[in-house]
């Protein structure tokens, strides 16, 4: 991992990270980028001297400590709609012992970290399905891409760059996506209760 260019400190932080679960709690740790003096996209060594990561940022971050631990630098977009318009949302992807799981930086109650239990990524995808909606209701996700290795962005330095790395999200942005639903089964959904927008709320950070 040399070649990387990791510090001491990148490497002593990445060692405790030992499993996906360990990197998920860090990054729940890490208070949520609202992006508050414009757009980011930083890499992993930088939300680590930052201490603050949005969900591109957590993926990328996640993607680079699975990688250090044998897994490969994946990373997958969950597409939403866009009338009404909702955010998309990307996640790290990892496998074990056979089935996905995934890590996630979000700063809401819902679409955070899965266990590795799913046989397809069309069934991790849909475990985010029910949660995935607006205060108006409107329950949203739509597509999710294939996954992005990115070692693909190994000539920007991707996982110690003190630049900004918008390259990956537009990519992964572009690549391939796959529909989860009929045009008949979007028409016949039925609408988030009250009880599920009230939890939908719940923020991890204040925005202060």
């Known amino acids: ?124 995808v849909m475990s985010y399905f029910h949660e995935y909606f607006l205060d108006t209701d409107k329950k949203t996700l739509r597509e999710y891409s294939n996954f992005l290795d990115l070692n693909k962005f190994n000539k920007l330095n991707w996982r110690t760059t003190n630049e900004h790395l918008f390259e990956i999200p537009a990519y992964l942005d572009d690549i391939k996506h796959h529909k989860i639903l009929t045009s008949k089964q979007v028409k016949n959904l039925r609408l988030a209760d009250k009880v599920e927008i009230r939890a939908g709320k719940i923020r991890e950070y204040p925005k202060g």
């Open 1 to 124: 991992m040399s070649h990387f260019n990791y510090s001491p400190q990148d490497l002593s932080l990445f060692r405790r990270l030992s499993t996906p679960a360990k990197i998920q709690d860090y990054l729940n740790s890490v208070p949520f980028n609202f992006e508050k003096n414009g757009q980011t996209c930083f890499s992993p060594r930088e939300v680590i001297k930052n201490k603050t990561a949005h969900c591109a940022e957590g993926a990328i971050f996640a993607s680079a400590v699975l990688e250090f631990h044998g897994y490969k630098p994946l990373i997958m977009d969950l597409r939403s709609t866009t009338k009404p318009y909702d955010y998309d949302h990307v996640v790290a992807i990892y496998k074990k012992d056979g089935h996905f799981g995934a890590i996630s930086k979000t700063n809401h109650a819902v679409l955070r970290y899965r266990e590795p239990v799913y046989k397809t990524i069309r069934e991790l």
